[in-house]
């Protein structure tokens, strides 16, 4: 007897931004580069974390800080080293350091630092100053879970990556920085969605999170009654859906599951669909989420990353039967 699955992974292709972060960096090329393979997004809400208790350590060339959210009691101690090879100083290399303060209109002067939404790393140089990196608290807590830089990290950090969600959707015909420009939705939960707390602005606690696929398995097994043509064309790869069709599978998928309240299609019909993966007749499709984050909807959550594997996942059997999998 003949089956076809497919097991799809779904990864942040870059860390979370807020509203504010996404204006500022929306023309950046560089991040651009990195959303070319995302899709799919999610636009959600958590409260307004931030870099406290800053403090430069010159003696061991390393940079001491907490992370914070409003209303989370939870904080986490930070060492970020400067001298790490991603960071590609060398001996005549010293680093500067930019603080984005969140509110702007009281100066900080001396160490420690407080209420900083953000930080920039630079090389100086001899003859000139480079950019090295920009860090939010989610890019720098992202940055480390991958692997990407070294950093000392202690406290319960996933208490910080919970996002109530609010939209799904899918950026298949342009980047999603050009889809997300003149975002009508986007434009409305700014306005609409009150602070998670008080004296704050919704612009930096509602976040854009982007979503590429980190793999797509799949695994197909051969009967007596199946053709030679079929299995060759499987052995080559030939029979598997294009990304944008398995995305815009996944975004059905991701509102049926939590059914956002600013989605004005929800999909109660999926699996069935004209433009997804129905036609395609899979005994089974799964999304799971790779990153260590909590996704929070009406209903329940989605947890994320419990292990390499993943974590919970959304399954359609025999294209019919819809069901939420916790890991």
Excluded at 116 to 144: C, M, T, V, Y
Excluded at 199 to 217: C, G, M, R, T
Excluded at 284 to 312: C, H, K, N, S
Aim: contains cysteine; negative net charge.
């Amino acid at each position: 007897m003949s089956s076809k699955s497919l097991f799809n992974q779904l990864k942040l292709a870059y860390a979370p931004l807020t509203a504010y972060e996404f204006a500022v960096v929306k023309d950046d090329i560089l991040i651009e580069r990195s959303l070319c393979d995302a899709s799919l997004y999610l636009l959600a809400q958590r409260p307004v974390i931030t870099f406290e208790n800053v403090i430069p350590d010159k003696s061991l060339y390393q940079l001491n800080f907490e992370i914070h959210q409003r209303g989370n009691p939870n904080i986490i101690k930070c060492t970020l080293p400067f001298d790490q090879e991603v960071f590609e100083l060398n001996d005549a290399s010293a680093v500067y350091v930019a603080f984005n303060f969140l509110n702007k209109s009281t100066e900080q002067e001396h160490p420690p630092l407080y209420n900083i939404h953000g930080f920039s790393l630079a090389r100086h140089n001899p003859d000139r100053k480079e950019f090295i990196i920009w860090f939010s608290p989610e890019k720098l807590l992202q940055n480390w879970w991958t692997g990407s830089i070294n950093c000392t990290i202690e406290g319960d950090w996933k208490s910080l990556t919970r996002y109530t969600v609010h939209y799904v959707g899918k950026a298949t015909k342009q980047s999603i920085l050009k889809r997300l420009k003149g975002h009508s939705t986007l434009q409305d939960i700014l306005s609409l969605e009150s602070p998670v707390t008080d004296k704050q602005l919704p612009a930096n606690e509602i976040v854009v999170l982007p979503f590429k696929f980190q793999d797509n398995l799949q695994m197909q097994t051969f009967g007596l009654e199946s053709d030679t043509d079929s299995m060759v064309a499987a052995l080559k790869g030939e029979n598997y859906p294009n990304q944008d069709t398995v995305f815009l599978d996944a975004e059905k998928a991701l509102i049926k599951a939590m059914q956002p309240k600013y989605n004005k299609e929800l999909f109660k019909n999926y699996p069935v669909s004209k433009d997804g993966l129905y036609d395609h007749k899979y005994n089974a499709i799964a999304y799971t989420f790779m990153d260590p984050i909590t996704l929070i909807y009406t209903e329940g959550e989605i947890r994320g990353g419990l292990t390499a594997m993943g974590g919970d996942s959304i399954f359609i059997l025999e294209n019919q039967e819809f069901k939420m999998s916790k890991y």
